[in-house]
């Protein structure tokens, strides 16, 4: 699962964040729980959360429908 979910950062993700001058990371999967680091533009932006939750999120959940969830660490 870990590849599959970089691969969806790398393709689907990273893409749109880096218009804003941003991406994010994968940081470790645990249970379903999916956790990310965003960085450049994107870490504290006061829209992040909103890009998490329906941005990122959205994207991973409909992809890999065994994410439980998606957090920021």
Not at 37 to 60: A, K, Q
Request: charged share 25%.
């Amino acid at each position: 699962m870990i590849d599959q979910i970089k691969e969806i950062i790398a393709k689907d993700i990273n893409p749109q964040l880096e218009l804003h001058s941003g991406g994010c990371e994968l940081v470790d999967v645990e249970d379903g729980v999916v956790t990310i680091r965003l960085f450049g533009g994107c870490s504290g932006c006061p829209s992040s959360h909103i890009t998490l939750f329906n941005g990122i999120v959205p994207i991973l959940k409909d992809k890999l429908p065994e994410i439980r969830d998606v957090v920021l660490g």
